[in-house]
């Protein structure tokens, strides 16, 4: 009972963090995240390997970067939730349960929605659900 109550919790707790990541986006975007940016290129959405296609793929790997950085300091960006406000098309995080590894994966999540706002005018809609064979060289280094 104990082995089917963890795998449940855990994904209920990847459920939410990647919601907070989701509605992030589509708040700073006004784009779909699921349509617009999981699986896109090499780097968007889990995993990614290879070099990154454009600005957009970008965005993707330095996200990458940033929780592979909070994994490697024992916090688990995938699972913790945060809170955030949206002031002036700024996000700001919000350190409300005294979880300093919350609060740096909303600065994670937060980095990319921006940096996918920046870059909107080079998006480009033929990386949408690009198939990671096509993905070539070497995965750029953090």
Request: hydrophobic share 30%; charged share 20%.
């Amino acid at each position: 009972d104990l082995q089917i109550t963890l795998p449940v919790c855990a994904w209920l707790s990847l459920t939410w963090n990647l919601l907070d990541f989701k509605l992030m986006i589509r708040r700073i975007t006004r784009k779909s995240a699921l349509i617009s940016y999981n699986g896109y290129g090499c780097h968007c959405g889990l995993g990614g390997k290879g070099q990154p296609l454009d600005k957009t793929d970008w965005c993707c790997h330095a996200h990458d970067c940033c929780y592979n950085k909070l994994s490697n300091q024992n916090c688990h960006p995938f699972f913790d939730h945060y809170q955030y406000s949206i002031i002036n098309e700024d996000v700001i995080c919000w350190n409300s349960n005294n979880s300093t590894c919350a609060k740096q994966a909303c600065e994670c999540d937060r980095t990319a929605a921006l940096c996918f706002r920046k870059e909107a005018s080079n998006y480009n809609k033929g990386y949408r659900y690009y198939f990671n064979f096509f993905c070539k060289g070497p995965t750029p280094s953090c």
